[in-house]
């Protein structure tokens, strides 16, 4: 992707972000829909960083008997590692919901959808229907293909010195491109959009959807606080399916 299109997409994710938490927070509706979903997200983000967070430290032992440069470089990947973890768990516990609880970010989202656009809200009431297979299917290969790059970059997070200061960011950037992905799921399944039609919207609209994501993944790294705001997050984004994805559509 272009420098270009990067500066361009960016701050136009952020303001619909921006536009879209406003117009949750405006909605007695989204208020009421996502208490449900806060509730069921909380533990499992809890639970998630709890778990990444311990294995990191005992991977990464410290002790008295090594010299200062090895007690160093042990605290960075401590560091650096459990940045990654408080990023990553709750995109999974995110993953695990969609998953397990459709119904309970759709009628967030729907909610969002009504408050940012009822005529399209409407014309969503009547769902095309991926199906449940299939729906399921492509929520799974988001969540294991998340996966794989959080791997891949807490291996770079293990190169001493480089690696904490480059793995957090990268992983910040992917996490909000793919949390935004996650939050659109209602939309694709009610459009009747697969794996592969997602990805190729995703990959058209990239930038944007990374700068939404960006500050909602920041929020969201937040120990206890984060996890609650999920279901803004979630009301949110239908001010990228009004004013980016249908707005497109409709050119």
Do not use: C, N
């Not at 778990?51 to 605290?75: E, I, Q």
């Not at 299917?137 to 969540?143: K, V, Y």
């Not at 990268?170 to 959009?193: K, N, S, V």
């Amino acid at each position: 992707m272009s420098s270009a299109a990067v500066s361009q997409g960016l701050p136009r994710g952020v303001q619909l972000a921006v536009r879209g938490l406003q117009l949750a927070l405006a909605s007695a509706e989204v208020r009421r829909a996502y208490a449900r979903l806060a509730l069921v997200l909380v533990v499992l983000a809890v639970a998630l960083t709890a778990a990444l967070g311990g294995l990191l430290w005992w991977m990464v032992p410290v002790d008295g008997d090594m010299s200062w440069t090895t007690w160093l470089g042990r605290w960075a990947l401590r560091i650096g590692g459990g940045l990654l973890a408080l990023v990553a768990a709750p995109m999974l516990s995110y993953f695990v919901v969609s998953i397990g609880f459709p119904f309970l970010a759709d009628g967030v989202f729907m909610a969002g959808m009504r408050a940012t656009s009822p005529a399209l809200a409407a014309r969503l009431e009547r769902p095309v229907e991926l199906g449940f297979v299939a729906s399921t299917i492509g929520s799974i290969r988001r969540a294991l293909y998340f996966l794989a790059v959080t791997v891949v970059l807490f291996g770079l997070t293990l190169v001493p010195f480089v690696g904490p200061l480059l793995g957090p960011p990268l992983q910040l950037w992917y996490a909000a491109r793919t949390f935004t992905w996650e939050l659109l799921d209602p939309y694709f399944e009610r459009t009747g959009r697969d794996y592969s039609h997602q990805k190729t919207l995703v990959r058209a609209h990239r930038a944007t959807l990374a700068g939404f994501g960006l500050p909602w993944v920041a929020v969201m790294a937040l120990p206890f606080v984060g996890p609650l705001l999920f279901g803004l997050a979630q009301a949110a984004v239908a001010a990228v399916v009004a004013d980016e994805l249908e707005a497109e559509s409709a050119r």
